[in-house]
């Protein structure tokens, strides 16, 4: 018996590693926020809403693989086949919350730093309100593609379905569409940092950090290449590379919304990637002394050790009972009535 080509390994090995690195990346945004003192705005609150929307469809997509997802058509068991259907279409539908959200986080991102042009802040609002709306009403199609819905998952319900023709150019459409703005809100940010007053090493950091959305937007171009292979087949198989594609898509914008935040690992590192002048001594921690006027130098006349002998022994020969008195004490007694006879006498 031949064995049964399943292709949900693979759908599992590939969905799961880009969910999780979107998790590492989210997560260190937080955390140089959190690190940073910042304030943790709504443009995180929305990106972690995608985060989740993303691995609840990988996490159905897991659920319906041990049921049959992955296989052909006849590989899966008549049981579980409107399961399998249905299931898929749920997860397709968070993976489109995802890809919304996580614009939009990057939408409201920018909109705090283009404060001071009217021109783009009602751009950036143009884009979050259109955004909003495609994705609404492809997830309306999503379901409403057959009618009354429980046709669409499961082919026994008597019902009607749009041609399939429609919703291909339907996908590709918004795909293209989600591409384009994903590149849009990635040149955006060199339009507000060119003209700041910053160094051009600082600026082109920037800029680049802020452009990996472009990737997004080439993964999303990649998608298309999918959706005529998944809607316009019958097989269900069909449809991986495109949930594929659509996790991929979510994901490295996930991640390129937080390259910009994670920036600030560079200055904990002790990298400056932003600084173009030389570097200059470390300043004291301590301030320094106050200038004080230099104490006044007193002068002495150099004496010689005598500490071993007397006055009168430089005199003369020293009397009998006459105490010696050392020079290193520095104490000399004059009698003065001598002295004043002395005087006299001369």
Not at 178 to 197: F, M, R, T
Request: overall charge neutral.
């Amino acid at each position: 018996m031949a064995s049964v080509e399943d292709y949900g390994p693979r759908l599992n090995a590939t969905i799961w590693p880009l969910t999780g690195g979107a998790a590492l990346f989210l997560a260190l945004r937080i955390f140089c926020k959190v690190l940073r003192h910042r304030p943790v705005a709504w443009d995180d609150y929305v990106l972690v809403a995608s985060w989740c929307a993303l691995a609840t469809s990988c996490a159905l997509l897991t659920v319906i693989t041990t049921i049959g997802y992955g296989r052909h058509n006849q590989d899966i068991p008549a049981e579980n086949f409107a399961t399998v259907l249905l299931v898929s279409y749920v997860a397709g539908f968070f993976s489109m919350l995802a890809a919304c959200w996580s614009k939009i986080s990057f939408a409201i991102t920018l909109l705090r730093i283009a404060t001071t042009s009217h021109v783009l802040t009602r751009l950036l609002w143009t884009i979050i309100i259109v955004v909003n709306i495609v994705f609404a009403g492809n997830a309306t199609a999503h379901f409403a593609q057959c009618w009354p819905p429980p046709r669409l998952w499961n082919p026994e319900v008597e019902g009607k379905c749009w041609p399939r023709i429609a919703m291909i150019r339907l996908n590709i459409a918004v795909a293209a569409f989600s591409g384009s703005v994903d590149i849009l809100l990635a040149l955006l940010p060199w339009l507000i940092v060119w003209n700041a007053a910053i160094s051009r090493r600082e600026k082109l950091s920037a800029l680049f950090a802020s452009s990996m959305g472009v990737f997004a937007g080439i993964t999303s171009f990649l998608k298309i290449r999918t959706v005529d292979a998944a809607i316009g087949s019958k097989d269900m198989v069909d449809s991986v590379n495109l949930l594929i594609f659509g996790t991929a898509e979510s994901a490295v914008t996930i991640v390129a919304v937080s390259i910009p935040i994670l920036r600030a690992l560079f200055s904990l590192a002790g990298i400056k990637d932003i600084e173009f002048s030389p570097v200059l001594p470390p300043l004291p921690l301590s301030p320094p002394p106050t200038q004080q006027k230099p104490p006044l130098a007193s002068y002495q006349l150099p004496m010689p050790d005598v500490s071993s002998f007397s006055i009168e022994e430089g005199l003369g020969a020293p009397g009998v009972g006459k105490d010696r008195r050392s020079l290193s004490n520095a104490s000399f007694e004059f009698d003065v009535e001598k002295h004043m006879e002395a005087m006299r006498d001369k």
